[in-house]
């Protein structure tokens, strides 16, 4: 079946600029996870959803950046003012339910990530 | 805090030679590892898991790992390299704390030569 799709591929844009970064995850998928990829940092989680509520945001770098998303699906990830730091791989991964409190794992499957350079 | 390491940025093999990409970690409790590959310009690609059971994992492409409790590793292995196998490999620990999260090694490039 059809896998974690992102979109732009790639996003240039100046710094100060905002932007949105999209993933749509495997369907049926309820979990859905942002991580960053940067030359320095290696790769990072970034927030966590369970449906559409994010009860893990802990990774996120600064208020510049939010996430949402709608109808247990699509997710979009926001970075307001962009600055030179933020150029990164951002990766989005999705899994099925995870369990909480009962020791549940769910293998996450990523999507081809968006490249994102600030100028 | 739970941390995983991937000692060589790099390892290089021959075509036909077994391989082997070093991770350790450090975690308390019962460790779920894991191994991803990436190619170039794609994101990642699940190789394979342990949660628990059988300290030999197999995985995808023919790829499997050996999961030592003792060591404190995961390593990842091959018997017989392909150059198709180059790519840039992360292990990765869940953890324990968060929701399913994982913390990620910084990678190890490999190059399989003909």
């Known amino acids: 079946g059809a896998g974690v799709s992102q979109s732009p591929s790639n996003k240039v844009t100046e710094k100060g600029k905002d932007v949105e970064l999209r993933c749509d995850p495997i369907s049926g998928h309820t979990a859905l996870y942002w991580y960053r990829q940067s030359l320095g940092q290696g790769l990072e989680f970034l927030i966590y959803f369970q449906g559409n509520s994010a009860p893990d945001k802990s990774g996120l770098p600064s208020d510049r950046f939010s996430a949402e998303r709608t109808g247990g699906s699509v997710s979009t990830l926001t970075i307001q003012r962009t600055q030179q730091e933020d150029s990164a791989v951002y990766l989005c991964a999705s899994s099925l339910v995870f369990l909480i409190g009962q020791g549940g794992e769910e293998t996450q499957y990523f999507g081809p990530g968006t490249r994102l350079l600030v100028l | 805090a739970q941390s995983v390491a991937q000692p060589e940025d790099q390892v290089n093999v021959a075509e036909g030679n077994p391989l082997t990409v070093k991770c350790t970690y450090s975690?308390?409790?019962?460790?779920?590892l894991f191994w991803y590959v990436q190619y170039p310009n794609r994101g990642l690609q699940f190789l394979l898991k342990y949660i628990t059971g059988d300290n030999l994992v197999k995985g995808s492409y023919g790829f499997e790992a050996e999961f030592n409790k003792s060591q404190t590793s995961f390593h990842l292995k091959k018997p017989s390299a392909l150059v198709s196998d180059s790519a840039l490999y992360f292990c990765?620990?869940?953890?324990?704390?968060?929701?399913?999260?994982?913390?990620f090694g910084a990678g190890t490039r490999l190059a399989v030569h003909p």
């Open positions: 990765a620990v869940r953890a324990l704390e968060g929701y399913n999260k994982l913390i």
């Open positions: 975690v308390s409790g019962n460790p779920y």
